[in-house]
């Protein structure tokens, strides 16, 4: 197993030591979750977790707990998420987050906002002083790709339309298009995503504020835990 995978393994395994029988769970997306999801679904399987029901971030995360057999809701059925466990593209000092590289950040932002605990799996290339080297995925309605790129290009975003392997744009879970802004540094990410909110036709930003209350990461063989 490569580096980087064993360190997402060992954060993945590290954060289900805080998954409890009874819980609602939130599940994330990508493949440092996958492992999370696999975890509780063997447990699940083998009768240690019981009476768990999940809440998935996307339809891949959907198939994945239910070739486990794991009960899952909808958003819409519960108020609040006991836990959620899933992966960053990137995280500062000060447990803020760029996600979306996936594609899931909406339903990946209502879940977060939701949960009692949040907490972030990665493995050690996550880590940073400053987001924004990671491009920024903003989530769009289709009909207002012109006018959010054209606001986000004049404000120096520089937003790249992103666009499966036909060339095709990119669709997420929800039919909106993803704009991946190349910003390099973001000094201030709390006034950036106020400026996004304000934008017509944005449908959320991959910006994750205030949302984690552990990162969880693999260095090498060991697991480094951020409160
Ligand atoms: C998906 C996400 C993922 O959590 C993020 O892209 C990290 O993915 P991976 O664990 O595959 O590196 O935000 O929308």
């Known amino acids: 197993m ?4 064993t360190e997402k393994k060992n954060a993945a395994l590290k954060a289900v030591e805080q998954v409890q029988s009874g819980m609602i769970l939130g599940l994330g997306t990508g493949s ?6 696999e975890a509780i679904g063997e447990q699940w399987q083998a009768g240690t977790l019981t009476d768990i029901q999940a809440i998935p971030t ?3 995360t959907a ?19 006991d836990l959620t466990i899933d992966g960053a593209d990137e995280f500062d000092p000060q447990l803020r987050l760029i996600k979306g590289g996936g594609g899931a950040l909406f339903r990946e932002k209502l879940v977060a906002f939701a949960s009692d605990k949040m907490l972030i ?8 002083q400053y987001l924004g080297a990671f491009p920024l995925p903003v989530e769009v309605l289709p009909k207002a790709i012109r006018l959010v790129q054209r606001v986000l290009t004049e404000k120096n975003c520089q937003p790249v339309l992103r666009k499966q392997k036909d060339g095709s744009p990119y669709l997420t879970d ?10 390099g540094k973001i000094d201030n990410p709390e006034q950036l995503d106020l400026m996004l909110h304000l934008v017509p036709g944005i449908v959320e930003t991959g910006l994750f504020l205030g949302l984690a209350t552990q990162v ?3 260095q090498g063989d060991d697991v480094k835990v951020f409160e």
């Open 2 to 5: 490569s580096n980087t995978i």
């Open 32 to 37: 440092t979750a996958y492992f999370a999801i």
């Open 58 to 60: 996307s339809e891949a």
């Open 63 to 81: 198939k994945q707990a239910s070739s486990y057999g794991i009960p899952l809701l909808e958003l819409a059925d519960v108020d609040r998420i």
């Open 121 to 128: 799996i990665s493995d050690a290339s996550k880590e940073v």
């Open 174 to 183: 929800n039919q909106n298009y993803i704009l991946d802004c190349h910003l």
């Open 216 to 218: 969880i990461v693999g």
